[in-house]
Structures are given as C-alpha cells and as structure tokens.
C-alpha cells in the first residue's frame, strides 16, 4: 500500500524556500510594505544588510598587506608541532640505527678489521659515538643566561 505523507519533499520544501526569499528581496527593493510572516521578514533584513555597504572601510592595500604577513611568518604552534613530531621520529629512527649496528656488529666488524686493524675493535667506535652524543647534547642546550 502506498501512503502519501502530508510532508513536502525536500525539492518542494527549497524551491519554496527559494521563493520567500526572493519574494522578501523583491519586496526590500519595491519598498512595500513587510509581511506578516516572520520568515519573510527575516529575508527582508537579510536582504536589507545586504544591501549596505559595509560599515568598515578596509585600505586599498588591505589583500596585499595580508599576503605578505601571512607569507612571512609561520603559525607558531603548527610549526613547533611539525617540528617535535620530526625530532622524534628522527630520534627513534638513529636509535633503531643504532641497535641494529649494535646487534649486527659481530658480523660486519671484522670485515673493518681485516682492511684497518684499528677499525675493529669496539673502542674507536664507542668514542666516536660518545663524541656525537656529547655534540648533539650541546646543541640542544639552550643557551646559558647572565644573571646581572
């Protein structure tokens, strides 16, 4: 059994819609009187706001000025974001480096040895990566303060 429904359909529902407020326009534009629908009237200040010009006047260059604000100078917080998101996966990537040199160490540390002794051995290596740390630790110390 079929049932209509006493509901408009949504098309008939907006080309309604659509009539008010062009009929709301229409009669801003005509000066007529307002009607006493309150969806008409509130076309009608729609209609009457629109077309005003705005109570701000903005400088001529006012796009320009934007632009170039906008192109030199980055959002703080994304940019501090991006880059503490970088900082770690950098991180976790030099530690996953370095625990796999660690666990494979015994199979590609004599072949450094057989062409440089002084390469096989595990001293020269823990020196050179203590140094790097000692670098790294350095650089990401801020900058000491005078007390004056």
């Given at each position: 059994?079929?049932?209509?429904?006493?509901?408009?359909r949504?098309?008939?529902?907006?080309?309604?819609?659509w009539?008010a407020?062009?009929?709301?326009l229409?009669?801003?534009?005509?000066?007529?009187?307002?009607?006493?629908e309150?969806?008409l009237?509130?076309?009608?200040?729609?209609?009457?706001?629109?077309?005003?010009?705005?109570?701000?006047?903005?400088?001529?260059?006012f796009?320009q000025?934007t632009?170039?604000?906008?192109t030199?100078?980055?959002?703080?917080?994304?940019g501090?974001?991006?880059?503490?998101?970088?900082?770690?996966?950098?991180?976790?990537?030099?530690?996953?480096?370095?625990?796999?040199?660690?666990?494979s160490a015994?199979?590609?540390?004599?072949a450094?040895?057989?062409?440089?002794p002084?390469?096989?051995?595990?001293?020269?290596?823990?020196?050179?990566?203590?140094m790097g740390?000692?670098?790294?630790?350095?650089r990401w110390?801020?900058?000491?303060?005078?007390?004056?």
């Open positions: 059994m079929n049932h209509e429904s006493n509901e408009s949504p098309d008939d529902l907006a080309a309604r819609e009539l407020q062009e009929r709301a229409a009669d801003e534009r005509a000066g007529r009187a307002s009607a006493d309150p969806r009237h509130a076309y009608r200040l729609i209609a009457r706001a629109a077309g005003q010009p705005p109570a701000i006047q903005l400088p001529a260059d796009a000025r632009a170039r604000a906008i030199q100078r980055r959002p703080v917080a994304e501090r974001l991006e880059f503490n998101l970088l900082l770690l996966l950098g991180a976790l990537l030099g530690g996953a480096g370095v625990v796999v040199l660690v666990l015994s199979t590609w540390l004599p450094f040895g057989a062409t440089a002084w390469l096989g051995s595990p001293w020269p290596w823990a020196c050179a990566v203590c740390l000692s670098g790294l630790y350095r110390q801020p900058a000491p303060r005078l007390h004056v």
